[in-house]
């Protein structure tokens, strides 16, 4: 069972390069979430999805994009990549559980970004 | 909006020693919390989740939580440190509405431990 499974795990880019980051699930989650981490501040939302199709803008959304067009996909694109989107990427996913509300979320294992 | 908070940016414990770790949400309704640990280089893993019932949740590794409403709180704790336990720690926080369970997060406690 692969869980969440993030490509590629590490990336140098150029400043103003474009690059996609890939986030699959094998639990048949509903969820799935972008989060990136920096020193000092925690995990951040950057976009989320509640559904096949569906997006919606987290915390730090811009400079970002995102797609699911597959229920196990979850798409994170830079289209014009800074300097100030060098991060650790994290993908997660979650589901609905019966009598509760919210579930946990499994994480993938990162994506370390650098851009120069 | 919901917000966690971690006080404690760093925190050294001895072996054998007993360890707290702090944390504060706010918001007005029924949270749902969790604590997550991070080892180096590595992503999130679960250690325990509050959703309703008995206020002091169990997890794994031998850590516990205790959520106390009165105080806004979720504190991690452990009565015997192992020196695999130092990483970084996370409490989050999630709530229902408008179809979304996003976590909030806070800034992390990262524990390193003295053999």
């Known amino acids: 069972n692969a869980g969440v499974t993030q490509t590629p795990k590490f990336r140098v880019l150029k400043t103003g390069q474009s690059m996609t980051l890939l986030c699959a699930q094998d639990?048949?989650?509903?969820?799935m979430y972008w989060y990136r981490q920096d020193p000092g501040m925690g995990l951040r939302l950057i976009h989320y999805?509640?559904?096949?199709?569906?997006?919606a803008k987290g915390e730090v959304p811009d400079g970002y994009n995102v797609s699911r067009l597959k229920k196990q996909n979850f798409l994170l694109g830079l289209e014009s990549a800074a300097p100030s989107q060098t991060s650790v990427y994290f993908c997660?996913?979650?589901?609905?559980?019966?009598?509760?509300?919210?579930?946990?979320?499994?994480f993938g294992q990162g994506t370390r970004l650098t851009v120069v | 909006a919901q917000s966690v908070t971690q006080p404690d940016i760093h925190i050294t414990v001895s072996e054998g020693a007993s360890l707290e770790l702090r944390c504060n949400y706010s918001?007005?309704?029924?949270?749902?919390l969790f604590w997550y640990v991070q080892s180096p280089g590595q992503g999130l893993q679960l250690l325990l989740k509050?959703?309703?019932?008995?206020?002091l949740v169990q997890g794994i590794k031998g850590f516990e939580a205790e959520f106390k409403r009165s105080q806004s709180s979720f504190n991690l704790r452990k009565p015997s440190v192992h020196w695999s336990d130092a990483a970084e720690y996370f409490c989050?926080?999630?709530?229902?509405?408008?179809?979304?369970?996003?976590?909030?997060f806070g800034k992390g406690t990262k524990l390193s431990v003295i053999p």
């Open positions: 997660a996913s979650s589901y609905l559980q019966t009598g509760t509300v919210n579930t946990e979320a499994f």
């Open positions: 639990m048949n989650h509903e969820y």
């Open positions: 999805s509640v559904g096949e199709g569906t997006t």
């Open positions: 918001y007005g309704a029924t949270p749902y």
């Open positions: 509050y959703f309703s019932g008995d206020t």
């Open positions: 989050a926080v999630s709530y229902s509405g408008a179809g979304s369970y996003q976590l909030t």
